[in-house]
Every structure is written in structure tokens, then in C-alpha cells.
T-cell receptor, first 112, second 112 residues
């Protein structure tokens, strides 16, 4: 079935450092989404990508839709303590826009 | 403010009892809502699609008799975990679309 694999599984960094994480799949997707989940909360959308090769920014966050449509990358610049959380990539399941499959997640810890 | 709201935020119940979790869309109508389950330190897994006025559609491997879904109005979907057992303990999250897909705050179920 469709699976999204994220790496790294976890990251422990110092405040101010840049962060990069990626999401890969053996399946092709037409949409890539990046979410952040704080402990005990539901995920919140960070960035949505709709076109292969697209590079989109949201403040300190930048995400790219891989040209093969099988991967996506998320970068966070100048990390701050509130960036702590779990980052998930997601893509439409079976082509249905609002039914998502989620990646395995990347846990980010930022030390002040 | 919240666009999709869940209640309760957390619930503890005895094994064998049934538990109902509500998902409400705030200030918009949602003919379709989605239920996810997230085990500790794992990703979100789509359980089912809740359809207003008709039967829910379940993902492969999800027991429809175990997880009863009712979407009786355009702003409310309920998930009932019947005869709950400790292995049903999880974080249940719903989502609904208002252009963008929004997730509820999640409901943590602990079955003793």
C-alpha cells in the first residue's frame, strides 16, 4: 500500500540551527502536505504543495515538492524553542483530496 | 480559533464499556468528516470516513461494529468505541474540510 517514510526519525538541535527533514514514498502523489503536531493536540497544516518542483515558504519554513513526485522536503531556518513538536508529511490517500495518509513523523527537539 | 472541535479531550473507562467521542465543525457544514487513530509515538492512521446522512466507509482492517460512526447532522460526527478494551486506548482525531482540511484537538481514550 501507499506509505510515507520520513527521516530523520528524531532531531535534537540547538536554538538557531537550521533543520532539514524529508519524506519519501514509492508512490507518486499530486499533493504533499506538511503538518506539525504539538503534544496532546491535533496536527496543524504548515505548508501545502500542489506541483512537482514547487518550492513554498511560510515564514521560516520552506518545503519543496520533489520533481519525481515521490518525495518532499521541509526546512526550518533559525529554529526556536516553539518549533518543538512532531512534523508529519501527508498525502492524499488513493487520490481522495481529504483522506490523508501520514508519514512516520520526525520529532524535533530544540534546546534553548 | 478552533475550526473543528472534539469532546471529550480525554476519557478513562473500564474495559467492556462503550465510549462516545464527538467531532463538531464550528461555523461551517461538513458533509464528510474523517476519523484517525494515533497510537503513542506513532503516526495518524485513517480509520473511516463519516458521511452525513449515510453509512460511514471504513478503511481496511477497521472493525465497523467496533467503531460505530454516526454523522447525524452537518456539524456533528460521533465515534463510539463499543466494548472497549485496553488495546483500544489511543488518541482519536477527527478532521473536516473548509477549503483546507482542519483537525480537531484530539480525544485521548484510556481503557483500564
Amino acid at each position: 500500500g501507499q506509505q510515507l517514510n520520513q527521516s530523520p526519525q528524531s532531531m535534537f538541535i540547538q536554538e538557531g540551527e537550521d533543520v532539514s527533514m524529508n519524506c519519501t514514498s514509492s508512490s507518486i502523489f499530486n499533493t504533499w502536505l506538511w503538518y506539525k503536531q504539538d503534544p496532546g493536540e491535533g496536527p496543524v497544516l504548515l505548508i501545502a504543495l500542489y506541483k512537482a518542483g514547487e518550492l513554498t515558504s511560510n515564514g521560516r519554513l520552506t518545503a519543496q515538492f520533489g520533481i519525481t513526485r515521490k518525495d518532499s522536503f521541509l526546512n526550518i531556518s533559525a529554529s526556536i524553542p516553539s518549533d518543538v513538536g512532531i512534523y508529519f508529511c501527508a498525502a492524499p490517500k488513493g487520490g481522495a483530496t481529504n483522506k490523508l495518509i501520514f508519514g512516520t513523523g520526525t520529532l524535533l527537539a530544540v534546546q534553548p | 480559533g478552533a475550526v473543528v472541535s472534539q469532546h471529550p479531550s480525554w476519557v478513562i473507562c473500564k474495559s467492556g464499556t462503550s465510549v462516545k467521542i464527538e467531532c463538531r465543525s464550528l461555523d461551517f457544514q461538513a458533509t464528510t468528516m474523517f476519523w484517525y487513530r494515533q497510537f503513542p509515538k506513532q503516526s495518524l492512521m485513517l480509520m473511516a470516513t463519516s458521511n452525513e446522512g449515510s453509512k460511514a466507509t471504513y478503511e481496511q482492517g477497521v472493525e465497523k461494529d467496533k467503531f460505530l460512526i454516526n454523522h447525524a447532522s452537518l456539524t456533528l460526527s460521533t465515534l463510539t468505541v463499543t466494548s472497549a478494551h485496553p488495546e483500544d486506548s489511543s488518541f482519536y482525531i477527527c478532521s473536516a474540510s473548509r477549503g483546507e482540511l482542519f483537525f480537531g484537538e484530539g480525544s485521548r481514550l484510556t481503557v483500564l
